[in-house]
């Protein structure tokens, strides 16, 4: 009987117990900082690079003299005793040799045809917008267009000057293109400093040859004027007195 009552007696305290402990608590939940997300960075459109075109370098030739005017021609009158030059094929110091002339000094040259052969334009900036209005040529000189080109230059474009053809107007290369427009005076500069002596010559490019085409003994050929013993006489056209 005594052990009945303590085995009653010691479940009722084990019961009592366990209500007492009652379930074990859930472990704390560990929370994360939270990470800002930054916004999406919106893609940058680049500009599309512009391609700037240059004026043709040259070497250029031209149906032309060096201070060609309207209604002027000139002369020459040979100065070189008993010396000879030698003929070329073409207006280029690189063309072949077709034959050897003299003259008697103070001979008169009867010229056939002439050349300006431009190694090394002059080179102008723009200092606004300008509008280059004129006539467009290729590289052998043709004529492209019938009707006048208009071109719409940029504030610090590059303008070649090629040769003066007379009555104020030049041949000028811009955007890729040689034009027959007139020479450049106001919104200009030149984009080398040059000596004072060379101011009148702002239309004249830096660099050219002047050749002549001549009759030889044997054949016709391209004569250098500007390294060859002649005078040059510019005289104005018979009947435009």
Known sequence: MARQKWAAIVMIGGLVACEKEGPAPAPESVQEEAVPVEPPVAAVEEEPVVEVVEPPPG???FVSWPGREELYTFDLMWLGG???????????PQAEVVDRAGWMDTEELRWQDTRVRVTEPRYYLLESPRELVGLAYDQSFEELEAEEIRLELEEGERLALYQYDGEGSCYLGARGLVVLSGCPEEGVRLEE????????????PRAQQWWVKVQGPRAAGWMRVDDAPVEVHVRQIEGYD
Do not use: C, H, N, S
């Open 193 to 204: 400093a040059e000596p004072a002596e060379q101011a009148g010559e702002r239309w004249r």
């Open 59 to 61: 070497p250029l030739t």
């Open 82 to 92: 008993e010396r000879e030059v030698a003929l070329l094929a073409e207006p280029d």
